[in-house]
T-cell receptor
Framework: GAGVSQTPSNKVTEKGKYVELRCDPISGHTALYWYRQSLGQGPEFLIYFQGTGAADDSGLPNDRFFAVRPEGSVSTLKIQRTERGDSAVYLC????????????FGQGTRLTVV | EDQVTQSPEALRLQEGESSSLNCSYTVSGLRGLFWYRQDPGKGPEFLFTLYSAGEEKEKERLKATLTKKESFLHITAPKPEDSATYLCAVQLNTGGFKTIFGAGTRLFVKA
């Protein structure tokens, strides 16, 4: 695919459940970002990967949130013991290399915790 | 505290009526300032990156400028298809690659 792909596009889960959100970046892009966007707000930074390692995870709100990128391509954002306040659109973005500031965003996963 | 503030929250223009959107920032260290466009239900789409005060960039009807404390996105003779939310973001140079977004300006252009 030509762009960043995120799956699923929508996810409804019950409070307390575990969810995984997947991001397929543009092929060859080494930098990958996760953001969270609430209605009427701008994206909120969560974590940044350079290759397989998390170069900056300062935006993760608490230890219920975790993200991996084991082979330096696909990334998974994992949320444990979901809470209603976790409901938001989770956006993934990638860019070709470290320091590149132009990021290409996916369409996001809309997570609803009921 | 690092902060990015956009104004106005919403802007309604007639087709052809030029205007400007503002992004003011207070950050510990600036690596770059970005402008993105976001359509409903979609991810942000990159428009510009500005790195230093005095820099300007143009693309079709859009022109972005940067000072030490704020950035402007000027829209000249807008068309209905320019209707979208415009997001400003600042990437920090404090060791990581954290990027802080503003809440956006929702632009409506009426034919």
């Amino acid at each position: 695919g030509a762009g960043v792909s995120q799956t699923p596009s929508n996810k409804v889960t019950e409070k307390g459940k575990y969810v995984e959100l997947r991001c397929d970046p543009i092929s060859g892009h080494t930098a990958l970002y996760w953001y969270r966007q609430s209605l009427g707000q701008g994206p909120e930074f969560l974590i940044y990967f350079q290759g397989t390692g998390a170069a900056d995870d300062s935006g993760l709100p608490n230890d219920r949130f975790f993200a991996v990128r084991p082979e330096g391509s696909v990334s998974t954002l994992k949320i444990q013991r979901t809470e209603r306040g976790d409901s938001a659109v989770y956006l993934c973005a990638s860019s070709p290399q470290t320091g590149d500031t132009e990021a290409f965003f996916g369409q996001g996963t809309r997570l609803t915790v009921v | 505290e690092d902060q990015v503030t956009q104004s106005p929250e919403a802007l309604r223009l007639q087709e052809g009526e030029s205007s400007s959107l503002n992004c003011s920032y207070t950050v510990s260290g600036l690596r770059g300032l970005f402008w993105y466009r976001q359509d409903p239900g979609k991810g942000p789409e990159f428009l510009f990156t500005l790195y230093s005060a005095g820099e300007e960039k143009e693309k079709e009807r859009l022109k972005a400028t940067l000072t030490k404390k704020e950035s402007f996105l000027h829209i000249t003779a807008p068309k209905p298809e320019d209707s979208a939310t415009y997001l400003c973001a600042v990437q920090l140079n404090t060791g990581g690659f954290k990027t802080i977004f503003g809440a956006g300006t929702r632009l409506f252009v009426k034919a």
